[in-house]
């Protein structure tokens, strides 16, 4: 059975400073697909990356990089230099390839405080 | 613009009054799924649908029914709501292919069962 744990349930950082979201995943399958979503204040999920399990490769996006280590079956995603709209809740979640329901496994998210 | 589509956004009843929650995709995706959120529990699958008239049952079905008489449409029925089913509602939609795409969801409704 998959599973994904975000041991941080809340982290406060002052505007500016770097924050590393940690996720750690489980699952049997060889070949499956790790996700980050953004929840802000009003509610809706933003996508923010899709990566599959073949491909280990760091990924920069801006203020956004996701370190994908597959030894440590983790997924940590950091924000460099925090702005107050970053704060939101942030989801990890883990599909199965082959899962029929396309069933997106979550986290418990974790709740990112902005303090300017 | 494409989008998914959840109507109401906010919903008060109380228990056993049979209520629906729409969904609406405009993207022409084969895939639509109901998801529940709870505090500390992330997200947890309710009912997919992987076409027209094809659904099957996620983690947590009980209480719960949909239909998909028609591709942009997924509704989700509580015949008789209980106050453990308040909670926030997405719906969201893919493509289907065997690469999980990722999914698209609805602004989210939130329903508190009295």
């Known amino acids: 059975a998959q599973k994904v744990t975000q041991a941080q349930t809340e982290i406060s950082v002052v505007e500016k400073e770097d924050v590393t979201l940690d996720c750690v995943y489980e699952?049997?399958?060889?070949?499956?697909?790790l996700f980050w979503y953004k929840q802000p204040p009003s509610g809706e999920l933003v996508f923010l990356i899709r990566r599959n399990s073949f491909d280990e490769q760091n990924e920069i996006s801006g203020r956004y990089s996701w370190n994908f280590q597959k030894s440590t079956s983790s997924f940590n995603f950091t924000i460099t230099a925090s702005q107050v709209v970053d704060s939101a809740v942030y989801f990890c979640a883990l599909s199965e390839a082959g899962n029929a329901g396309n069933m997106l496994t979550f986290g418990g998210g974790t709740r990112l405080m902005v303090k300017p | 613009e494409a989008q998914v589509t959840q109507n109401p956004r906010y919903l008060i009843t109380v228990t056993g009054k049979k209520l629906t929650v729409t969904c609406s995709q405009n993207m022409n995706h084969e895939y639509m799924s109901w998801y529940r959120q709870d505090p500390g529990l992330g997200l947890r699958q309710i009912y997919y649908s992987m076409n027209v008239e094809v659904t099957d049952k996620g983690d947590v079905p009980e209480g719960y029914k949909v239909s998909r008489k028609e591709k942009r449409n997924f509704p989700l029925i509580l015949e008789s709501p209980s106050p453990n089913q308040t909670s926030l509602y997405f719906c969201?939609?893919?493509?289907?292919?065997?690469?999980?795409?990722?999914?698209?969801f609805g602004s989210g409704t939130q329903l508190s069962v009295l």
């Open positions: 699952t049997r399958d060889t070949t499956y697909y």
């Open positions: 969201a939609s893919s493509l289907l292919s065997q690469y999980n795409e990722k999914l698209f």
